[in-house]
């Protein structure tokens, strides 16, 4: 079975914040509300200073304590490539989901469901990429199937330093940052 | 200099998560003071206390259906979805503690009705002859009442162990996330319960009875807080960080203040000298006791959601 990950090279990004107009676009995002999101980390002393530019999101983790505190079983991990989604009509709005994500990833839609990131889950179903991907000027976010060798993002990571994002949290997130 | 900014401002969620106000805070004191007078109660029902009419644990289950479905209310109400609540009921989430609770919920309503039962108001009998009959079958052999008595105690534990799990089960929030809180809410709602019972029971010697028990329940509870802060202390930066906003951080004058000092200590000591003789007891330290149960789930609902995991890469 696929895993579905991504792999985003934070020397190429340059936080333009394209990725974050097109989730909003294409998952009609409410206004005020963000699915995905740009953090600018820098350190060092002026001038021998460091920046990473990271696009980040859900990190459809697999081990995604969101799934797990649902009380309603709205939240679980999808067929399709292990992809973490909510079932929107099961959901009761407890929040416990937003209180267990570390990343703070999700939000409570305004009618009353918790939302966040699919990987636009009915573009990759058409086999297309997701939205923030489709979108980049930099080429720097790649999608794929972690699972299989041959992927583009495998391959990235085989020969690329990376790190995930909180990994002591022990998430286990499928989303790579290179470095 | 090292710095973390990002793009995200979702309501609730930035600066800082806030998607639990008041509602969680009234609801977990009100679930751990049921809990703790189901405890009791069945302990009193238990021992055969149930000989004596004037035993508060005939008056017990009415407050304590009242204050649960207070607590639901408020559950309710912190709801965003409300008309979906019945969601819960369709499915058992054997991994989520909210789950665990919700059948809790639903159990506590029958045994608390069949304690109601076991003494009711003459009129009421007169109006409704059968309901003596359930009152005589209940009261007819020492096994039942023992049985009613354990079922009570059984299930008003799980009670208040399930509100504290619910929150240390989250472990993206450091300042939950530790084992010690079921003993501290389950302990906390003992102390507010004996204090309640306290303030309406109407014989002198269940009286001191239950302040001797709650002395014993605060000096626990003032342990078990001692040993969470060191618990977190001994741990990793991150839950070192989130016990700061409790030692000297933004919440530390509320929680030594009101939780520590005037919901614990102070009407320890004051309660401890009225055991012994040496002053009246008054409603004073049982307000006192019930007010720093409440402001404890405040304090522990609000300071763990400022708790949080850094997602500084950079080291």
């Not at chain 1, 974050?20 to 995905?36: F, I, L, Q, S, T």
């Not at chain 2, 304590?64 to 409300?82: N, P, Q, T, V, Y």
């Not at chain 2, 929030?173 to 102390?191: A, D, E, K």
């Amino acid at each position: 079975m696929a895993r579905y990950g991504m792999v985003i090279d934070t020397k190429k990004c340059v936080g333009c914040m394209d990725c974050v107009v097109a989730c909003k676009v294409e998952n009609n995002v409410p206004e005020g509300y963000n699915r995905d999101w740009i953090s600018y980390e820098t350190a060092g002393k002026f001038p021998k200073l460091r920046q990473e530019i990271r696009s980040e999101r859900c990190n459809h983790c697999d081990n995604p304590p969101c799934v797990y505190c649902c009380p309603c079983g709205a939240s679980h991990i999808a067929e399709t490539g292990g992809v973490v989604l909510i079932h929107e009509d099961k959901c009761s709005g407890c929040k416990a989901c937003i209180a267990a994500c570390p990343y703070n990833a999700r939000f409570m839609h305004p009618e009353g469901y918790a939302a966040k990131c699919t990987f636009c889950i009915q573009r990759i179903e058409k086999g297309e990429l997701p939205a923030c991907i489709s979108v980049c000027p930099t080429y720097c976010m790649n999608f794929g199937d972690l699972d299989d060798p041959q992927s583009k993002v495998s391959q990235l990571l085989e020969i690329r330093k990376h790190h995930c994002l909180i990994p002591a949290a022990g998430t286990k997130p499928q989303i790579y940052y290179l470095t | 200099m090292h710095e973390l900014v990002n793009t995200r401002h979702n309501l609730q969620i930035d600066p800082h998560l806030h998607i639990w106000g008041w509602e969680i805070g009234v609801y977990l004191f009100l679930g751990g003071l049921v809990a703790g007078m189901m405890i009791i109660s069945g302990f009193f029902i238990f021992t055969g206390r149930t000989k004596n009419t004037k035993c508060s644990c005939f008056l017990i289950p009415i407050i304590a259906l009242i204050a649960i479905s207070l607590g639901m209310l408020s559950l309710f109400l912190d709801l965003e979805h409300k008309l979906y609540v019945w969601r819960m009921y369709l499915t058992f989430q054997w991994t989520s503690p909210m789950s665990w609770g919700a059948w809790i919920l639903l159990l506590v309503y029958p045994v608390l009705i069949v304690n109601v039962l076991l003494k009711l108001p003459e009129e009421l009998y007169g109006n409704f002859p059968h309901l003596r009959k359930i009152s005589e079958y209940l009261n007819s052999s020492h096994s039942i009442l023992q049985t009613i008595g354990m079922i009570s105690m059984i299930i008003g534990a799980s009670l208040g162990m399930y509100t504290g799990v619910l929150l240390s089960a989250l472990g993206a929030r450091p300042l939950w996330n530790s084992s010690m809180l079921w003993i501290l809410f389950l302990t906390s709602g003992l102390s507010s319960a004996a204090a309640f019972i306290h303030l309406v029971a109407r014989e002198e010697e269940e009286r001191r009875m239950l302040a001797k028990a709650d002395n014993s329940f605060l000096i626990f509870e003032f342990v078990v807080i001692m040993l969470l802060l060191v618990g977190f202390l001994t741990s990793d930066q991150v839950h070192i960080e989130a016990v700061k906003l409790l030692l000297s951080g933004e919440y530390s004058a509320i929680f030594w203040v009101f939780v520590v000092s005037l919901g614990i200590v102070i009407p320890l000591i004051i309660q401890l000298m009225a055991v012994n003789n040496k002053i009246r007891h008054t409603v004073i330290a049982p307000i006192m006791v019930m007010l720093g149960g409440l402001i404890l789930r405040f304090v522990i609902v609000s300071a763990g959601q400022a708790s949080h995991w850094s997602g500084q890469v950079f080291r």
